[in-house]
């Protein structure tokens, strides 16, 4: 099906199933620990043997040798596959680094050897006795020093950027010279790690020439075509499965050393194999978000009126690694005459930069956004007040594209007032509760809404039983929900009718999950797929198939009734489909908005950032299960918050790792961290966005919530950090 407008009505616009705060249908299988993960296949492979993944102790340069002669006496050990001893494996999508294969070192903790015993204590310590001879080279580590040299981004170049380099409209540096009230300051944001819940993991089983990865991964399609070209199989060679993914952020968007090491062991020892990447290997062998270096000019009139705006980004990578696309939102949040978006890019030999949860916004609105803050200061203006003034409902930078629907003055009114906006003092340093300094915070919330293709199969059965297939993945979102929701809603039918099936690579190919595209893109294929199922039922029982209501289980039109079952009644009935997003991306801005309000506390005499409440107002298009959407919105204010206070993965500047790679070095706040969160949802709808009308909200959570955090810090001391994270450290 191809989709350019929902004008119209459809079934989903009923609203008896879609659009309800359901239970995720997940839930008890994840809070009983009957959910299996991948490294908990012993159901699948109960013979697997385990792998054990040595990662490189040095950041640049190539292996000499490799001895792995007592690491094979040793107990229980059954095999040992070494990068020299295999070729350069072909990288998957998104890889910026080989992850493995040859001799060259791109990076610290890149895999170079896998251990196979019959017990992980009996791997890890076999992996103690691999010798390893290398010829170390000078690496840059630091962006700091490196950022001297970056160079500009290519305009075509960023993830997800459609067009990411120098961009100028109007006379940037004119304006600003001339704008009677001026901000030009400079930021940095940290180096973060995903520190999902369940590592990377894979359990890798051969049966003669096809080899079957359970995996836990967040775009199966992607993944499925990677592990092909990786292994030099055929496609029909290769299955994945991940029904259950214990989180990914962004981390696992792509296939990493797990999946690849966990199939060439399996091959080399003839078992299954399952490898889980350590701790230490999450944050230095895999990827994360690299840090950035942001400049941000804005001049405005007296009366608050924004007549230049410049945001600059540096940050760096790998070779052929992509910038943190940091400028995104700066071309579309605010009005303004004259502006100048520009990114660079230095070459690090870090561990590899890549996608985190709202990869360019999440750490571009935490710079934006206290930009926006101090210029209101500056202006004395209320920072509600001054968003409200710089609104724009068209594209700045391209007149002629309007947004498909954006509220973000609802959301910044419906925040000011729920949360006791008009009470702050705009004066910082002035509020005290006993022990703390108390401080308000707010700024804007911006994230792009991607669609991405996504198919899925629905069959229904002789019982009235409706079962869909797709490989699209459940990270944590709530996908088995929402597909439930959206099939059930389609086909007439109780959602316990409905069986969902996710994460297998026999399944449709789906959006995935990333980007916040998932929700809408996944439940918008389920959407076509039950469009031609109810076709064929309609044609089934002798209805014209746009008279047809489903219904209560029946399908009718006219005097007529016939339960829905009786369709299959002689066999299976099963429909396949896809949604393909058509020409209105080019006509139609579709992005979501939101508003964060934050109430800190700060201990008077330690400093400590203690966060006492938010409330996040979201325009997001219909939401499709309040509760599932919630969650994810509260779940990225709890990772912003992160990003504001805690998170910062370490640069060991001389050796190029991430010193902290553990979660007890690398800290991350948990939702007891914040005692109240609020979310809203403006009741709206998008027409442009898919049939469902919905758009994404998993990324819109995490974006400019870190600057409200940084905000309300300035609101209670009067210190306006400009350095991310705000350690205590940096009030004292
Ligand atoms: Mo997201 S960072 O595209 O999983």
């Known amino acids: 099906m191809k989709f350019d407008t929902a004008a119209g009505p459809n079934p989903i616009d009923r609203l008896k199933v879609v659009g309800k705060p359901t239970d995720r249908i ?77 001799d060259v070192i791109q990076h610290y903790h890149q895999a170079i050897a896998v251990v196979v015993a019959e017990t992980f204590e009996q791997a890890r310590a076999a992996s103690f006795l691999v010798k390893v001879d290398y010829a170390p080279e000078d690496g840059k580590f630091d962006l700091a020093t490196e950022a001297k040299t970056a160079e500009p981004v290519p305009a075509d170049s960023g993830e997800g950027s459609g067009g990411n380099g120098e961009e100028r409209i109007g006379d940037f ?117 690299p840090a950035t270096i942001q400049r941000v000019r804005i001049g405005a009139t007296q009366d608050g009126t924004i007549t230049a705006i410049a945001h600059e980004s540096t940050s760096g990578n790998l070779p052929d690694g992509g910038p943190e696309t940091a400028v995104n939102q700066t071309k579309y949040l605010y009005a303004g005459q004259n502006r100048l978006t520009a990114m660079k890019l230095a070459r690090l030999d870090l561990p590899e930069g890549n996608a985190m949860r709202a990869p360019g916004e999440a750490p571009g609105l935490a710079v934006l956004e206290v930009a926006m803050d101090e210029m209101a200061e500056k202006l004395g203006l209320d920072p509600v007040a001054f968003r409200i003034r710089n609104d724009t409902q068209v594209v700045p930078t391209e007149p002629d594209l309007r947004f498909s629907h954006r509220d973000l003055v609802g959301c910044l009114k419906l925040g000011a007032e729920k949360f006791g906006w008009a009470k702050r003092n705009p004066k910082p340093g002035q509020v005290r509760d006993g022990q703390w300094l108390v401080g308000l915070g707010m700024a804007a919330a911006f994230r792009d809404n991607m669609v991405m293709k996504s198919g899925a199969r629905v069959r229904l059965g002789g019982d009235g039983t409706v079962t869909v297939e797709t490989d699209m993945t459940d990270i944590g979102t709530g996908s088995y929900t929402i597909i439930a929701q959206t099939a059930a809603e389609m086909m007439g039918v109780p959602l316990e009718k409905v069986v969902v099936r996710l994460g297998d690579s026999d399944f449709p190919v789906s959006s995935g999950s990333g980007g916040q595209f998932g929700a809408n893109s996944s439940t918008a294929g389920v959407y076509a797929a039950c469009v031609k199922l109810r076709e064929s039922i309609a044609q089934k029982l002798g209805f014209n198939a746009t008279d047809a209501v489903f219904e209560d289980g029946e399908v009718r039109a006219g005097n007529r009734a016939i339960p829905l079952a009786q369709a299959a009644s002689d066999g299976e009935l099963v429909a396949e489909d896809s949604i393909e997003f058509g020409k209105f991306s080019k006509t139609q801005q579709v992005s979501t908005f939101g508003a964060h309000f934050v109430e800190v506390g700060v201990d008077v005499d330690t400093a400590e950032v203690r966060v006492r409440r938010m409330l996040a107002v979201c325009a997001a298009g219909r939401i499709l299960n309040p509760k599932s959407a919630r969650s994810q919105v509260i779940g990225g204010m709890v990772m912003g918050t992160g990003a504001a206070l805690m998170e910062e993965l370490a640069v060991d500047t001389k050796r190029g790792f991430f010193a902290n790679h553990d979660l007890a070095g690398y800290e991350v706040p948990v939702h007891a961290d914040i005692p109240h969160q609020e979310v809203i949802f403006l009741d709206e709808t998008d027409p442009m966005s898919s049939p469902m009308k919905a758009k994404g909200v998993g990324e819109l959570g995490i974006s400019g919530i870190a600057a409200a955090v940084a905000n309300a810090v300035y609101n209670a001391t009067g210190i306006r950090v400009r350095e991310y994270p705000i350690t205590l450290d940096k009030l004292i």
């Open 26 to 102: 997940d839930g008890k299988f994840k809070t009983t620990g009957t959910a299996p993960y991948a490294y908990e296949r012993h159901d699948v492979a109960p013979d697997a043997a385990y792998g054990y993944v040595l990662g490189s102790s040095i950041a640049k340069g190539r292996v000499r040798s490799i001895d792995t002669a007592l690491a094979r006496q040793a107990p229980g050990v059954i095999g040992v596959v070494t990068t020299l001893d295999t070729p350069r494996i072909e990288r998957g999508v998104m890889n910026v680094a080989y992850l493995f294969g040859g």
């Open 173 to 289: 540096e004119g304006a600003f010279a001339q704008a009677p009230v001026t901000l030009d300051a400079t930021y940095r944001t940290a180096d973060e790690s995903h520190a999902m819940m369940e590592p990377h993991a894979t359990v890798a089983a051969w049966a003669g020439d096809r080899v079957t990865l359970w995996t836990s991964n967040q775009m199966i399609g992607w993944g499925h075509g990677s592990l092909a070209k990786m292994l030099d199989l055929p496609k029909e060679k290769v299955r994945l499965d991940a029904p259950y993914v214990g989180g990914g952020f962004g981390g696992k968007l792509f296939v990493r050393a797990d999946a690849v090491l966990a199939a060439l062991a399996a091959k080399a020892t003839g078992r299954p194999v399952k490898v889980a990447l350590t701790r230490p290997l999450i944050a230095n062998n895999t990827t994360h978000r």
